[in-house]
């Protein structure tokens, strides 16, 4: 028995480390689906929480590293757990990005908050936040439940995003066209789209290192 | 002086972990130059190589993630070496995202050579341009010469880049009020000063990085 002792505690520790990364994720899901909902309907309660929730995500994913770099320090885990420790940090790294990507979402909803934007260019961007939130979703489910399928999906659903703001991108500019009135604020939707498709690259970052995880090569 | 020579072979590791941060450090600054030279005088060639050069960034920094990893397996480093271990892969990992915001530079300039841009926005674009060549270079300045003065700098630099970006959101819009035939690719000098704005980002982060390693306190 003696000898196992080790082994069982090491199998904690990595245990531990994926469910930081889990809560980290439902963190920064929930900051994503609230920033949405902020745009749609105004609310600095909710905008505040979504700023302090960013901040949480950075201090778990610094804690997660520092704890990473312990758990290889001592018990010097090689191939498969070691690829695990590493897709942590890396997943941790994004979600953490995700979580300031949200909180930047809010900063356009305040700039938009009191203006009538063209439904065009606003069905677009609803319809990309859509696809969105559903990759983030996957992201965490793929690498949770080191399953190839789901993380497979995700780049398929990038090429979604990037047509959808290519068509994003024309919208904006027609409706700019057709009323200069609109220019000032409507340039905060361009970034607005420009955050989804960045928060979109993220979940499909996870979904990557997933795959490279399981099967140790670059998809 | 048996036992010193695990000692002599750890030092050399550190050394060459560093070496390849410099190196990566290297080629993402002039990846970033030449994409700014392309912006002003288009360049088919420079931008393969540009693009290639980003890829060999990314490459780069997955090895030196892997590298890093088996020191801090094999070595176990503490205190101030675990430190400077931890900031080579953060500092290279902000040098592959500066080597592909480079990249995403030189699309830009794809969308803009056969327009006559009008010459304030793109002042406002070159100026930022040059204080953000200025912060890429201080960042490696600062983490290889381990300079907490340096690193101090990169934060009033950012604020200037701050600055500057809201003058050039604008002129930008201003320019699309004038002359509405302008709106099309100005949009793209739009995600241009975003882009600027994130490889200053990405250098003040080195220069956090170097404060923190060296005081252990976030900047």
């Known amino acids: 028995m003696e000898k196992r002792h080790p082994r069982i505690l090491f199998r904690k520790r990595l245990k531990e480390l994926r469910a930081d990364v889990e809560q980290m994720g439902k963190e920064a899901l929930s900051a994503y689906r609230d920033s949405i909902k902020v745009l749609l309907k105004y609310d600095e309660e909710k ?30 885990p090689v191939a498969g757990d070691l690829r695990f420790i590493e897709t942590c940090i890396k997943v941790g790294g994004h979600l953490k990005r995700i979580g300031y990507l949200a909180s930047n979402i809010t900063e356009v909803a305040k700039k938009i908050k009191d203006e009538e934007v063209p439904e ?25 439940g080191q399953n190839m399928d789901i993380a497979r999906e ?45 928060i979109a690259d993220r979940a499909e970052n996870i979904g990557d290192r997933t795959i490279f995880m399981i099967t140790c090569k670059k998809p």
Chains 1, 2 share one sequence.
């Open 47 to 76: 905008i505040k929480r979504i700023v302090e929730t960013a901040d949480k995500i950075d201090e778990m994913n610094y804690n997660l590293e520092h704890k990473t770099l312990s758990v290889i320090a001592s018990e010097q």
């Open 120 to 144: 065009k260019p606003m069905d677009d961007i609803i319809h990309m936040a859509d696809i969105v939130e559903n990759m983030v979703s996957k992201s965490l489910a793929a690498f949770l």
């Open 154 to 198: 995700l780049r398929r659903d990038d090429d979604k995003v990037d047509d959808l703001f290519d068509r994003a991108l024309k919208d904006i500019t027609q409706s700019m066209f057709d009323d200069q009135e609109t220019i000032s604020y409507l340039v905060y939707l361009l970034f607005l789209a420009r955050i989804l498709e960045r």
